[in-house]
């Protein structure tokens, strides 16, 4: 069975940091690109970062570049999300997801339950 299981969000003031961590167990992800996404209350789940079974290509959503950096380390199966500079408008609830480098939800196959981040002004 695969599991995706997202950790590190929390509570954090604006302009501060924090890194979310999702490991992947189950099954190999050999060759798959990473994802994460982030839904806010009454908002759809909308792109944030995609990097290749590499590392060596990275996609962001406009809104985060420049202060987000997602990496991975394949030996862990884990994939990592590097957030700086945080505003109030990152507040959403975090997915990571297996799948392509695309920046649908629909072309992603494999998500997790997701990690509560909270920006406070």
């Known amino acids: 069975q695969v599991q995706l299981v997202e950790s590190g969000g929390g509570l954090v003031q604006a302009g501060g940091s924090l890194r979310l961590s999702c490991a992947a167990s189950g099954r190999t992800f050999s060759g798959y690109a990473m994802g994460w996404f982030r839904q806010a209350p009454g908002k759809e789940r909308e792109f944030v970062a995609a990097i290749s079974w590499s590392g060596g290509t990275t996609y962001y959503t406009d809104s985060v570049k420049g202060r987000f950096t997602i990496s991975r380390d394949n030996a862990k199966n884990t994939v990592y999300l590097q957030m700086n500079s945080l505003k109030s408008e990152d507040t959403a609830v975090y997915y990571c997801?297996?799948?392509?480098?695309?920046?649908?939800?629909?072309?992603?196959?494999?998500w997790g339950q997701g990690t509560q981040v909270t920006v406070s002004p």
């Open positions: 997801a297996v799948g392509t480098m695309g920046r649908v939800a629909n072309e992603y196959a494999y």
